[in-house]
């Protein structure tokens, strides 16, 4: 058989037993926000400074300790996994552990207010370093190393293909690139799920740089003792 060559069947049964074996069509998702203000009603800053995304797996427990202090969301996704918090009166960040990219660009379109709103928009998206392609180890001096496209610090190389930005990320920065308005993304490699002080103090530097108020250093709460018996 050369290569590419498609064999045919020799009986219609063949395709008769492969339509039955066919996945019914799943329904369109749908995402929408559910308003946690007083009045339940939608709210947006008439000016936002800063807005950032901060998505990946996992990430719950660093963002709230280091950065949203236990802050109530002013809304939240129904359908999806994803909030948006008020951080100051001027500054506001999505913050997502969603794993499906598929809803990524609905996501996209219910966080255009903020995207058209913001002056500055910043995408962080935290990944494991397996999904990296192309890697130096001779040139990594730490648990986790942060690559970015149109980075505003200078210690930051870009990304550079075939390595790319997925998830929000990439529906933030393509709506905005198309808007003609500012976007810098970052993607912070890190070599385990589990975040602890050593693997989020780059994470926290670049937060620090683009002016996200945080702590200096995560300080991950104690993990319960195994109950198996040896």
């Not at 500054?91 to 990219?101: A, H, Q, R, T, W």
């Not at 496209?149 to 990439?170: C, Q």
């Not at 808007?179 to 937060?207: F, Q, R, W």
Request: charged share 25%.
């Amino acid at each position: 058989m050369d290569f590419g060559e498609i064999l045919e069947p020799t009986s219609r049964a063949f395709w008769d037993g492969l339509s039955e074996l066919e996945e019914e069509p799943r329904p369109a998702p749908t995402l929408e926000w559910h308003w946690l203000t007083e009045d339940g009603k939608e709210s947006y800053p008439k000016e936002i400074e800063l807005f950032v995304v901060i998505e990946g797996s996992r990430i719950s427990e660093f963002v709230n300790t280091a950065i949203l202090k236990d802050k109530t969301p002013i809304c939240k996704l129904v359908g999806g996994s994803g909030a948006v918090y008020l951080l100051t009166d001027t500054k506001v960040v999505y913050i997502s552990e969603e794993n499906d990219l598929n809803l990524s660009g609905l996501t996209t379109e219910l966080l255009q207010n903020w995207l058209q709103i913001a002056k500055r928009v910043i995408t962080i998206s935290i990944q494991p370093q397996v999904l990296y392609k192309g890697i130096d180890w001779s040139d990594v001096k730490s648990f986790v190393f942060i690559r970015g496209i149109n980075s505003e610090m200078e210690d930051i190389k870009e990304l550079e293909a075939p390595n790319f930005i997925t998830g929000v990320s990439a529906g933030a920065a393509y709506w905005r690139y198309h808007k003609n308005l500012s976007i810098s993304s970052y993607v912070a490699y890190i070599d385990s799920e589990d975040l602890d002080a050593v693997s989020t103090e780059p994470i926290l530097k670049l937060l620090h740089g683009i002016d996200l108020p945080c702590d200096r250093k995560f300080v991950a709460r104690a993990k319960e003792q195994s109950h198996l018996y040896m």
